[in-house]
């Protein structure tokens, strides 16, 4: 799931991280944990609804941290 949203959600100032990690939440269910760097003109809001458009395999989204160039 992380190539995928990194590969298909793509913007000129958006930079993904190296890597991701899945964490446990509760009963099997794991999230993935990942970060982000976009520019001052992208859109944080924009950026997860497209991850969440992923909604067969993404349930909801939830942002701990961004950096903004």
Known sequence: ???K???EIA???LKWGQ???LAD???GIKKICMSFTMGMQDSSDEIIEKIE???DEVQSVETTGMSVL
Do not use: D, G
């Open 1 to 3: 799931l992380w190539t």
């Open 5 to 7: 949203i990194t590969t």
């Open 11 to 13: 913007q000129p100032t």
């Open 19 to 21: 890597n991701c990690h």
């Open 25 to 27: 939440v509760a009963y």
């Open 53 to 55: 458009a992923f909604e």
